[in-house]
């Protein structure tokens, strides 16, 4: 063999050294890619489900103020403890 074909072999298998390695680069920057994509998505999904999870607990938690507050509740939780509605003239505005 010359020494220009030697030398055009090399060049030869040098590129394709080159392509090989930025192939394979790239192949794995893709399935890295893909990976991130895959374990973001899982995570986006188990943020959702607390979020739901939240909101479902908040929804319940304003029932249940709101029964608290409940003008009812709070007039038979004053008769427990002896309270009854003022009389007339007992009434004092404040100013």
Request: hydrophobic content about 50%.
């Amino acid at each position: 063999m010359t020494t220009a074909k030697q030398a055009e072999l090399f060049a030869l298998v040098t590129w394709l050294a080159v392509f090989v390695v930025l192939a394979v680069g790239i192949a794995l920057g893709y399935v890295w890619l893909r990976l991130k994509v895959v374990d973001l998505g899982y995570r986006l999904s188990a943020t959702r489900q607390v979020v739901q999870k939240l909101e479902n607990e908040q929804r319940d938690l304003a029932g249940r103020l709101a029964a608290l507050d409940a003008p009812k509740r709070i007039e038979e939780a004053a008769r427990r403890y002896g309270m009854v509605r003022p009389e007339k003239g007992q009434e004092a505005v404040l100013p």
